[in-house]
């Protein structure tokens, strides 16, 4: 079956770097678009970026653009996502999914997500 392993969740202080991984199973992952979404304590779950199937086309949320960076190893089915200069409104709950999500997606096309890891940014 489809599983999604999220890992590098930590507790670090703002405008420090941090680096997730996602390792992917159960299916073809060098054909599948992914993305990564979060869900911030006591909201819902927010897409984040997309990467296509290649590795090409990524796609980030406003609030990311420019810190964070998203790319794909299809050979070890791992997708990662860079991120720097975090600020504490970074703070939630990573999670991994398949497809191509964008601003506009709802929390029913984050079906797929793994369990999560999870980034606190505090001084």
């Known amino acids: 079956q489809v599983q999604l392993v999220e890992s590098g969740g930590d507790l670090v202080q703002p405008g420090s770097s941090l680096t997730l991984s996602c390792v992917a199973s159960?299916?073809?992952?060098?054909?599948?678009?992914m993305m990564w979404v979060r869900q911030a304590p006591g909201k819902g779950l927010e897409w984040v970026s997309s990467?296509?199937?290649?590795?090409?086309?990524?796609d980030y949320v406003d609030s990311v653009k420019g810190r964070f960076n998203i790319s794909r190893d299809n050979a070890k089915k791992t997708l990662y996502l860079q991120m720097n200069d975090l600020r504490p409104e970074d703070t939630a709950v990573y999670y991994c999914a398949r497809g191509y999500g964008t601003k506009d997606s709802e929390t029913r096309d984050f079906a797929s997500r793994g369990q999560g890891t999870r980034v606190t940014v505090s001084s």
């Open positions: 159960g299916f073809i992952f060098s054909t599948s678009h």
């Open positions: 990467i296509s199937a290649r590795g090409m086309i990524p």
